[in-house]
């Protein structure tokens, strides 16, 4: 299974984004997906998730800012991104796990797409 991320780029504090993740390969069951990021010197951290009956949940830095979705005919996963911050500065990576059709259990990342929020 692989995920496909785009999306990122520059924009000014204050600004907006929209984030998505393509996932493709044999997939019977798509369960939860997410995003985190990853800034630089710091770990990876979950800044939004969102199960296959659509409930979420959110990092407290973003709640009220950013807005996860998803597609299930797609197997697309959005990240809405609102009053952007530099500290929101980083790289995003999508998450997706689930079933193959050979009823295999997969956890797969997407590649990251880089945000930079800059004046």
């Known amino acids: 299974v692989q995920l496909q991320a785009s999306g990122g780029g520059l924009v000014q504090p204050g600004g907006s984004l929209r984030l998505s993740c393509v996932a493709s390969?044999?997939?019977?069951?798509?369960?939860?997906m997410g995003w985190y990021r990853q800034a630089p010197g710091k770990q990876r951290e979950l800044v939004a998730a969102?199960?296959?009956?659509?409930?979420?949940n959110y990092a407290d830095s973003v709640k009220g800012r950013f807005t996860i979705s998803r597609d299930n005919v797609k197997n697309t996963v959005y990240l809405q991104m609102n009053s952007l911050k530099s500290e929101d500065t980083a790289v995003y990576y999508c998450?997706?796990?689930?079933?193959?059709?050979?009823?295999?259990?997969?956890?797969?990342w997407g590649q990251g797409t880089l945000v930079t929020v800059s004046s």
């Open positions: 998450n997706a796990e689930g079933v193959t059709t050979g009823l295999r259990a997969f956890n797969s």
């Open positions: 390969g044999s997939i019977v069951l798509l369960n939860g």
């Open positions: 969102i199960t296959s009956r659509l409930s979420t």
